[in-house]
């Protein structure tokens, strides 16, 4: 495989890991922040704006994923495709503690 295949299957993995909280959240009708929110990132957005955030992102994944060429039989594409997910969990899973709370 060539180098950008490796790259899109990174980002796949970015992409695809990044829409599960915002449709979770969109779904379930809970504010979440999103890049359109006030601050950026930090605000909260409207249940309508996360579900649209995921779909985005997953339309992004999907296509990085086809790119990426991602097989079993190559373990090297798997390990940067999970590198990709784990990394934007853990950075995810730091920032979002710091979200604001909604204010009643």
């Known amino acids: 495989m060539e180098w950008y295949n490796y790259l899109s299957a990174f980002f ?12 979770v959240s969109g779904i379930c009708g809970n504010p979440f922040p999103t890049p359109f929110a006030k ?3 930090k605000g909260l957005s409207s ?6 955030w995921s779909l985005f992102n997953l339309i992004i994944g999907f296509f990085l994923l086809k790119k990426a060429k991602i097989s079993s039989d190559d373990d090297l594409s798997l390990a940067i495709f999970f590198t990709g997910i784990a990394l934007i969990s853990f950075f995810s899973a730091k920032h979002f503690t710091r979200k604001e709370k909604t204010k009643d």
């Open 12 to 23: 796949a993995g970015v992409f695809l890991t990044n829409s599960v909280p915002h449709f």
């Open 39 to 41: 601050p950026p990132g």
């Open 47 to 52: 249940p309508i704006v996360n579900v649209a």
